[in-house]
Each structure stands twice: as structure tokens, then as C-alpha cells.
């Protein structure tokens, strides 16, 4: 039943007489048929959320129900799309309406004239359940898409056929328990979920294998593993994008998920323009080819940020169903946040913490807990992973605030970003004395079998020096540096190289931008290998200044340079190591 | 979208607009029916047929009109924000009035070289603009695949902009400055310098290469009437004033208008720009009283205050009127802005410039220290950052050791700072003789990078050796950042003195 507005503040419409429709339910608002969403229900009195400014809309409109929730579309044609929160295709939008986006358009988010070749990998005859994979499509040179069951859906395939097809047409049928009794289910490419519904695995796994960042200071001291979850808190300028960014570019993931959620869009506007461009390590292909971008920047309008980020999990869940390795990167959580503030706000919520509604620790749970490593649902056995990293963006830099805290509770690392090492240029500024990661473990075994089986020892002595600088610092400070030991002085250097010649790392050199986990290890022992010969050398009565004015350290420094195809460079500076000390 | 199945045939593929009954959008509504008033807004009975964010007039007994804008509308009441404030109103014998469209403002290429007050009303005693087109003061988002990504350089003249962070044609660069320090000196110096500088052409310092056609936009937000002035008589002092649109709200002005002027100053910049093809400097100032008229509306309808006081919404605020720069495909103009602000107290964690600093592209923060020790002018690198910097420098834009030369200054100056605070606690004897190196590399630094004259016009090459004088001061092995071959090239030691 259509239904009247009575009200509106912003982004919040009130409207009564929708009888019929349910929470969460789409409706299409006003005159202009703005989308919207029904947030509250209180009486005759219909709360929605509207994705579009809302200026021209007034009491006495009509509001029109859909008679669904918010949905996604799942199916060919994800890979390399960009999509608003709400999954419009925005490049469809600049083709048709310009350069602004105008309010009230309706494209449907994947092409639905485009054909597809269908492979057929189930055959006739065969006994289905949901997750059960029938077929193959080849959506990128770099992704094959896997057309699964639905939910709800089991029983014999009645017809399977190698086609090219639309997005709707039936590529199979279904014969049994399905969404009519009396006729076999169609089958298309296309399929809808709700975004604020996870999808279900068959079951979740504990996570082991690390998500490999390229990322020298994430990958060797605060890894994330396949299926985990990270966060970065930081203040402005302090590198949250750069890490997002190099994770996008770099990680060794099957597929990307870019959520630019509240924040520039000139940043989404890099992503589209340079990921043509930038070439995956693995296969040499361009990054677009396994990457979709959800792009609700910080001027687009606010509900719609606050959808986006479902909207991304749920496309990465979609992925991860077909067993792949999903990353999703949300830049940023905490506009995210700020948007649930407002919309609650305009509700009159009671507020908790700095006007965030009390609901803000469950939600960003739920956010987070969408991430894992599953065994996919269906009978094939298949795993899949969701790693989730999320920039937070606390206001002044406090981490104290509910947002960051929130988030705490429920990531597994934490990659705090520090102003001071930011204002020094020293990046990524992530701060080696306060981040942590839980993964430490499941990667030191992983690492240690595959890499180096000094990994672990190498990572705790890395930590251990970085320590005990700090401490040495203090006592500079107190004394001056003439006052330490020439032990502590060594350490005091050492840790500098470490600092300078290994977590500093370059995100715009060509070389220095990636580093894999062999070259990271080889990168640490040479550094450590200094020490301990140094440490000798100094026991022997070497002077201290004669070993740190060693020719040698100039070309350490410049190892992180010299890609790994050149190995025997690293022995050789190692060899020179021995000679000159 | 899943709901497009409850809207259209499911074989609908072709894209609909859907645009509101003319006749419903375009009548004026009347109403005397004034309920309440408290600080900058009005409770005004409904009328049928009023729409969120319409214009209104308020006509008062004394035959005074005031424009407003309607912030939230139900069908027994419409609350109206009053931009000239509600002094003097009663609620008798008010008439208001429902103009059935958004803020508009009229703009046409005739706008160049003349003053506008904070309604957008001619106030320079010229004669009015006859306008091409009427535009919407709320603009529309960009979308972000629209967007081609700044990346050509702006010489400023500037070594501490220009060396370390570098300002690219469409970017945001924002100010932050404190009472008392010479930001608006430091905005017209950019104002009056910038010109783009192509590749391939001599670079030469003093501008051999020509002005490639800023056109300044220039709004005032409650400053002093003595700011406004040096902005208007340096225009008019260097020949920039025939390019330049200005949009004046005087301290002494009504608050809450200053809401619209950025508005209605971007709008016009986007006009010049996107339909005129001009290259656009947007200086915006001061921000921070903007944001302070924001607080004060939210006040007044009691909504949950965020940090000190200042609305949840501030940053998606801020966001819509600095998002506004930018370059779009296909479009051969351009919007570059310099929001300028104060902070509070010298507080970069305060609201406002926190926000910003999350929105715009990199910040230049001006510091007192340097100021009071007579270093002009007062740029703070350590906190300063140019986030597009690395897109619109090297080889073809400026030279190819740029981005690891900045690096180095940077990395080398931190050091030198610290060992220099060092110093103060434990006297110099403290340092290390490689510690007493960075500090004397950090004082030249001061004197000789970030020092220049108001009117010294430097080239990014200039700018560049400068650079390499000083790190000459430090041991080669020292400069860590900084890629062999450019050591090779430009490095020569021991300039010291
Ligand atoms: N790994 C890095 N290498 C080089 N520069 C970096 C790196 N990380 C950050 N930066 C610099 O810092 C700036 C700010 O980083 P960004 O990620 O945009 O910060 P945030 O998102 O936290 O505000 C970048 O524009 C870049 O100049
Ligand atoms: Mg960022």
C-alpha cells in the first residue's frame, strides 16, 4: 500500500499508511522515487533511511513499497564494477547522466544485455544442494565465477546446458524442494541476497595461512592471516589509505573488495585509474581484474554510506562462497560509524558514548564477524576465506574514543598509526611498540616450515631490540647518548637500521613497494648477522665507532632495493659482513 | 538492485529518470502563522505543498524581507532557518513565504571582477549581473568515476609548497593557521605566484613561463573587515582582481549566511570552471567561523552535540563543500582550493581542523614558534603534507630526484629537531658528533629553506638545490632516502658554514 510522508529531517523521512511493508524493507520516496530504506517502525509511523539528498521531498508525498529489503545483485559482471553503497553502478551512471550524479536514476547494478559463456560443470541427473557449484564463467582473464545453488533450493537437475546467456536467462533447472512445489526451479546467473543478512557457511574453520601484504612491519611483526581481521586506527595523514592501498595492490588474495566508505573521491578515482594499470605479482595480470569497488565517498549521501558496507561484505561473501580468498578493505569504519550516528540522531535515539547509538559495539561486530575462513556451504567441500581490514579514523588522533575501542574488542591486529612517525616521513607509520597481532603464532609456524626455520627467533630478537631502544631512549634523554655502554650504543644502532633499512618502506618505489616473505627474512638475517658479529667484534675490542663507520652498512641499507631474482646479492653483502668485522 | 523487481518489468534494462511534476515544484506558498522562535530559526505552521530545503522569505510588519531555508518539515509545523537572523522578528504580522526551489544564485562569466555580499547580492555598486543561469548553491556529488586525478604541478614560488608539498592543479589544500600568523600573507602570495608549469618548458624562476589563467573565487566567512581588505586591495594591487568573483561576509555579518557563502562561491567556481573552461583558486576563509555558525544552528535545535559542541554531522558537512574541487575527464578546467582556518588555541585536534585534515588533500600548518622567531613564511613541514604531491612531481613535472630529495629533508629535519631538543636538556655535549650535524643541517634549514620573502618568487629548481646545498652538510651514507644515482648526480659534500 502506498504510503504518505509526514515528515522530514535530512535523511529521515517519516511516513504513514505502508501497512504491509516490513522493517528493513526498501521503499522508493517522494515524488523523485528516491530509495529508502524503513529503519524504524513505531505505530502507524514509517522511520526511513533515504539514500539520496532530499531536498524537494515534503509532507503529503507519496512513498511507494517494494515489498523486499535491501538487496544485492550477485552474479557475472562484479569483477571490475564500481558501485555506490547502495550497488549502483556509478560508471553506468557517468555514461548516461555526466559527471554528477542525479537523483532518482535507476540502473540495475549488473548489466543485464551483456551475455555470458556458461560451462556446465554438473551435469543432468545429478542431486543438488545449496552452495553446490553447476557451472563456470570466466568473469575476468584473472577470475572464474562460480554459478552456485541458491539457498532454498535442492533436488535433481532436470536441465544443465553450455550456453552464452544473459544474466536472466535459465541456464538450468531444478526438480524438488525449491520456490514453486509444482514445477521445477529456473536457474539464472543472477541472484539477489540481503545485505544485512550474512550468508551462511556449512561451517567455520579456525584461520593458519598468513594473507601476505608485501608489507615488511605487517607481514613479519603484526600479521593478518587469510580470514582475519585487522584494523588501523590512525590520525589524518598518518598513512590509513597508503596501508589500504598497498593491501589491495599487494596482498596475495584471490579477490578484492575496496570499500571507500565516507572518504575522498579522489582516492576511489586513483584506485580506478591506476589499477588498469598495476599488474598482480602473481599472475601479471592488471589488479582490476580481481578487484570491485564500492565507492561512497564522503559528499555522497549519508544513508547510503552507512548500506555500503554491507553491501561490500556481501559481495565478498558471495566470492568467498565459491572458495576463494576474499580481501575487503573499509576505508573508513568510523564514517561508517558517524553515518549510523546521524541517521540515530535524527530517530532521537538516547545516545551513548559521543552521540553514537548504543547499538555501535553490536554492529561493528557483526561487521566483523562476517570475516572467517569457512568450509563452503554444499557438498563439495570447498574452503573459502573473508579477511577484513578496517581503517578507523578517531577523531584527534584519540584512541580512546568509542569507535576505536569498539573495534578492539572485536579485531584480531592492530596496526596503530602514529602521527610522530608519520610527521618524520617514517612509513607506514605503524607504531612497532603498541600494535600487535594475535596471528603471531599460526604464522610463525607457517613461516618457519615454508620461509626460514629461524623466522621466529629472527621476529622475536627484531622485537626485543626495538624494546630495549626504546628503553635506551629514556635514558638518553636523562643522560645523553655518551653515557651508555658501547653494547647500548650498538643496540641503539642496530635498531636504527632496523627502523630505517627494514619497516620503512617505500609504497611509490618499484621495488620497495612489495617485498615477498622470502626477501623479508633474508632482509632481517642480514641486519641480525651484522649484530651478532658486531656484538663480537666490540668483545674483541673493537672500537665502536670503526664498526658503525663500515663501508658495508651503506650497502645493507640498500638491499631492500634489489629484488629477490638477484639473491646472491644478499650473500654477498653477508660475506662482506664477516670480512670487514 | 533487488527492489527495481517491485518497480519495474524484471526485463527493464534501459536506465529511467524521474524528475518532479513542475507544476509541484515551482509555486510559491504563503503563510502568517509564525509559533516560535529561538536563536537563528522559526517554527512556522505547514502549508501544504512545502518541501524539505526550500527557500523561503520572511516578510516582516516593517516591509524588511529575510531569506531562510527550511531544515525540517512535518505536516503540523516546517522549521525555517532565518540567514540574517531573527532579530526583531514577533510572530504577529509575520508573513513567510515558500519560493518552492532550493538556493539559487545567478551566474554568468560577468561575475568576474565584481563583489558579491553573503546573500550573493551585487555589493561592489556595480550594476547586477545578468545571469546565464540560475544554479542550485547545493550542487550536485561528483562521481567519482568523473573524476581524473590531479596530478599537475602548481609552482608557488614557495620552497616549503613547492619542495615539500607540492600543491597539484585540483587539489585541496587547506591552511591551518592560528590567531595573529600571516596565513591571508601566505594565501595571496599563492594567489598572486601560482602558474602552472608545463613540461617540457624552461623553469625558470620569476614567472618566464606565462599564467596559465587562475581565476580566484575568493569567500570571506566573518573575518575583519581590515583581512578582507588586504585580500581585495592585493587583488586589485597585482591585476588578479578582473579574474577574481568575491563573495564577503564581514565578521559584523550575520552568522548563520555563512553558511551559503562557500555555497554559493563554489557554485560559481564550478560554473567557471566546468562550463567555462577556466583554471579556478578557491580561497575560503575562515573556515572554522563557518563551522562555529553550524554549531550555533545545531544548537538551536538541540540536537546531541558532538565534540565541543560542534554537530555529528560537521565532517560529511565539510565534506560537501570541499569535495567540491577537483578536475573532471573530459573537462578542461579545473577547481583548486585553499580553505584557510584557525585553530582554536594552536590546536590541530580541535573539530575543525581535524575534520578537514580528514577531508582535504594534506594541510600546511602555519607554526607560532617559527613565527615569533621572525621565519617567514611559517611553515611547519612536520606536520604539513601534500597528499598528492607524489602524483605531480619528477621527471617531465619537476625533476627526477624530487620526491626522494623531499623525503630526505624531511627524515634529516625530524632528526634534527629532536637532537636539537636534545640539546636544550642536556647541552650540546650530549650528542653525538653526527646528532650535532642534523642540528646545524635543521637551523640552515629554517634560514635558508623555509625563510623567503613575500614577494621572492622561487623556482622549483631553485627550491630543489637549496635542498641539496643543505643535505650536503650531512655524510653521503647518512642519506638513506635518497636513490644512488641521484647522490651520484646532485650530491656535493661539505658545503658547511
Ligand atoms: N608507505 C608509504 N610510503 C610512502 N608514503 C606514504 C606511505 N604511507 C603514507 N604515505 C604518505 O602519507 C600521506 C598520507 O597517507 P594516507 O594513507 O592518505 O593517510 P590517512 O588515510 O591516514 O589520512 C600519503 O599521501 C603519502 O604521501
Ligand atoms: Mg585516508
Redesign the interface.
Known sequence: MEGII?????PLV?ARGLKETKIFD?V?V????L?GEVIEIRGENYSIQVYE?????????PV??????????LGPGLIGA?FDG???P?????A??????????????L???KKWHFQPTAKKGDRVVPGDVLGVVRESPLVVQRIMVPLGIEGELTYIEEKEATL?EVIARINGRGVSQYAPTEITMLQ?W?VRQARPPRQKLPPEDPLVTGQRILDTLFPVVKGGTACVPG???SGKTVIQQQLAKWADADIIIYV?C?E???E???V??SFPELKDPKSGRPLMERTVLV?N??????AAREASIFTGITIAEYYRDMGYHVALMADSTS?WA?AM??IS?RLEEM?GE??FPPYLGSRLATFYERSGSILCLGSQGRKGTLSVIGSV?P????LSEPVTQATLRVVKVFWSLD?RLA????FPAVNWLTSYSLYQPAVDAYAGKRIAPGWKENRKETHRILQREAELEEL??L????ALSPEDRLIMEVARMIR??FLHQ?A?HEVDTYTPLEKQYLLLEVILKFYTQAQEALKRGVELARIIDLPV??EI??LR?IPLTQKEVFQRVIDKISEQL | ????????P??D?S???????LK??LTVKDVFGVKDIFGPLMLVE?V???????LTEVRLPTGDIRRGRVL????STVLVQVFEGTLGIGTDNVRVRFLGK?QEIPVSRDMLGRVFDGEGRVADGGPPIIPEKRL?I?????????????NEFIQTGISTIDGLNTLVR?QKLPIFSGAGLPHARLAAQIARQARLIAAGEEKVGGGATALSGFAVVFAAMGITFEEADYFISEFRKTGAMERAVLFINLAEDPPIERLAVPRMALTAAEYLA?ELDMHVLVILTDMTNYSEALREVSAARR?????RGYP??L??DL??IY??A?R??G?KGSITQIPILTMPEDDK???VP??T???T???LILSRTLHNRGISPPVDI??S?S??K?KGIGKGKTREDH?DIS?QL??AY??GNSAKE?AV???E????PT?RLYVEFSERFDREFVQQGETENRSVEETLNIGWRLLGLLPR?EL??I??EYLEKYYKPGTRG
Open positions: 509526514t515528515r522530514v529531517a535530512g517519516v526498501m522508493k517522494g515524488h523523485l522515487k530509495m539528498e532530499t531536498e524537494g521531498i515534503g509532507p503529503g508525498q511507494y513499497p517494494s515489498g523486499e529489503p535491501l538487496s544485492v545483485e564500481i547502495v550497488q549502483r556509478l560508471d553506468v551512471i557517468e548516461r547522466m555526466g559527471a554528477y550524479i542525479v537523483r532518482g536514476v535507476e540502473y540495475p547494478s548489466p543485464r544485455d536472466e539477489r540481503p590520525p589524518f595523514g571507500g565516507g575522498r573521491g579522489n576511489m578515482a586513483d580506478l585509474l565507492a565517498t564522503s559528499n555522497m549521501p549519508v564514517r558517524e550516528r546521524e540522531g545516545p559521543e552521540g579514523s577523531p584527534g588522533g584519540d602521527d610527521s618524520q616521513r617514517h638518553v634523554r643522560v645523553g647518548v655518551e630505517e633499512d617505500n611509490f652498512r651503506e641499507a640498500k632495493y | 538492485m533487488g527492489l527495481l523487481r517491485g518497480f519495474a524484471r526485463n534494462i536506465g529511467r529518470v524521474f524528475r518532479l511534476p509541484e515544484y505547514a501544504e505543498g512545502v518541501t524539505y530545503g526550500e525540517e518539515i512535518s505536516d532550493g542550485n547545493n550542487g550536485s556529488p561528483i562521481n567519482p568515476c568523473a573524476r581524473d586525478y590531479p585540483g566546468f540536537e546531541v552535540p558532538g565534540r555529528g554531522y565532517y560529511t565534506a560537501t569535495e567540491r577537483g573532471l575527464k573537462k585536534t580541535h573539530p581535524d575534520l585534515g580528514y577531508i588533500e594534506g594541510q612536520l606536520p603534507l597528499r598528492l607524489d620526491a623525503n624531511y627524515a625530524a632528526r636534545l636538556i642536556l647541552g655535549g650530549a650528542l653525538s646528532d651514507k638513506k632516502r636513490r644512488p
